[in-house]
């Protein structure tokens, strides 16, 4: 099983998020779950890029990319459109945690 008690963020409120929202994951029977680890494709877990999204999974048959982002930081956008260019045939969920 890979680890996904990694942070991804120094906000215990993000990371408390990150935690709740793999345990709905695993629920759901999502698989391959990664946690700040480099970009890979749904289709053969392909390394694509060398950023790391917060979260990453598969689910029926499609590859999820997630980001945290804080109300006022504004990064989130920019790892999105990283993610997406990386990625194109992938779902990206950017959430905003205070």
């Known amino acids: 099983m890979r ?15 990150l935690q709740a929202d793999i ?26 890029g060398t950023n790391r999204p917060d ?6 048959g499609r590859r999820y990319h997630v980001e945290y982002d804080t109300p006022n930081s504004g990064r989130g956008p920019g790892h999105q459109s990283r993610i997406t260019s990386n990625d194109s045939d992938a779902e990206i969920i950017l959430l905003i945690v205070p």
Do not use: M
Not at 3 to 17: E, F, K, M
Not at 38 to 43: A, G, K, M
């Open 3 to 17: 680890r996904v008690d990694r942070p991804i963020s120094s906000s215990p409120s993000q990371n408390a998020q």
């Open 55 to 60: 979260l990453q999974f598969d689910y029926k």
């Open 23 to 48: 345990q709905y994951l695993r629920g759901i029977g999502a698989e391959n779950i990664r946690v700040n680890q480099q970009q890979v494709v749904w289709r053969d877990s392909q390394r694509v």
